[in-house]
């Protein structure tokens, strides 16, 4: 029952802008950690961000920091990936995940089925 659903994905031009959303049902979305991965075929699954229910703190992976900003809405049930100045090596499927606040996306507990982007001209 519990479920993640990503949208937003899609293909755009590198310097382009795309925002991702995912929205959650099933469990108690105040007592978990939200965040985003992305994958590329053939590659590990690669942690890019994260954000706290409890302070809303919010980490980011070096490669997306700047560029990259994840906000979540707990009412909406919504967590976010707003997506600035894309290139090419961004192309990915991107995952929403869910983890217990202490653990901070580390390990989640559930995954989306993700959303492609591609950043191509």
């Known amino acids: 029952q519990p479920q993640l659903v990503e949208s937003g994905g899609g293909l755009v031009q590198p310097g382009g802008s795309l925002r991702l959303s995912c929205v959650a049902s099933?469990?108690?979305?105040?007592?978990?950690?939200l965040g985003w991965f992305r994958q590329v075929p053939g590659e590990e699954r690669e942690p890019l961000s994260c954000i706290s229910g409890r302070d809303d703190i919010r980490d980011y992976e070096e490669s997306v920091k700047g560029r990259f900003t994840i906000s979540r809405d707990n009412a909406k049930k919504t967590v976010y990936l707003q997506m600035n100045s894309l290139k090419p090596e961004d192309t990915a499927q991107y995952y929403c995940?869910?983890?217990?606040?202490?653990?901070?996306?580390?390990?989640?507990?559930?995954w989306g089925q993700g959303t492609q982007v591609t950043v191509s001209s």
């Open positions: 995940v869910a983890s217990p606040l202490i653990r901070m996306c580390m390990d989640p507990d559930y």
């Open positions: 099933g469990f108690t979305l105040n007592y978990y950690a």
